[in-house]
């Protein structure tokens, strides 16, 4: 069973997404064995998203799969309040289509949502995260996916101010915190691997 979850749905640090895509999460042990079925239940009969309780049921699915991965990962699962979920799911759709924008700011957020800039710490604080940490973490993982794209050959430069980091400096120093590598060395090593890997298949 293949199972995409959109990132927005998961507090996860950057380098986990990394090691998530792909990851197999057998279902005879741990968690996999408990989320195994109810995913299979879910997969045979996906009409029951529909109903009155679909959205609870969407919950608990996610929920199961982020306590899975994060049993996989070694690191704590994250948790939540189901009575916040919708609210703090509609502020992360929002980050994820305004990060390119430089001026996005927990203010800006709070105020496209109707929110108090209070409130909107809470949700996040909830997650064991703040708005900031997460945009932050959320920018660097779209560029490293935009660094190792072979048919991108942007800038480093242009690929951080893509994702909403203005200054050069500041996305290399955040990069290397977060990969343990700057973005050029990053990219570097991923295109060369990428080059082997075809060369060994041709």
């Known amino acids: 069973m293949v199972i995409m979850v959109p990132q927005q749905l998961l507090t996860l640090p950057p380098r986990a997404f990394i090691e998530i895509a792909g990851m197999k999460v057998p279902a005879d042990e741990g968690i996999g064995r408990v989320a ?10 996906m009409s029951v998203l529909l109903g009155h309780g679909g959205l609870a049921l969407a919950h608990t699915v996610v929920d199961l799969i982020a306590a899975a991965v994060a049993e996989r990962l070694g690191i704590e699962a994250p948790t939540r309040a ?35 800039v209070r409130t909107l710490h ?5 997650q064991g995260t ?9 920018r660097l ?42 973005p050029r060395q990053y990219r570097k090593t991923a295109l060369d691997e990428l ?7 041709e």
Do not use: C
């Not at 195994?36 to 009969?45: E, Y």
């Not at 991108?152 to 400096?169: K, P, Q, Y």
């Not at 080059?195 to 298949?201: A, L, N």
């Open 36 to 45: 195994g079925p109810m995913l299979a239940g879910v997969a045979k009969d």
């Open 82 to 116: 189901n009575a916040q979920l919708a609210q703090l799911m509609e502020v992360r759709d929002y980050i994820m289509a305004h990060l390119s924008d430089h001026d996005l700011t927990p203010q800006t957020i709070a105020d496209a949502h109707f929110i108090s």
């Open 122 to 126: 809470s949700l996040f604080k909830e």
């Open 130 to 138: 703040s708005v900031s940490t997460w945009i932050r973490e959320r």
């Open 141 to 182: 993982e779209m560029a490293r996916r935009d660094l190792v794209d072979p048919a991108l050959t942007d800038a480093i430069r242009a690929v951080g101010e893509r994702w909403g980091f203005a200054d050069a400096t500041h996305f290399s120093n955040a990069f290397k915190l977060a990969y343990g590598v700057s």
């Open 195 to 201: 080059r082997r890997s075809s060369i060994d298949r």
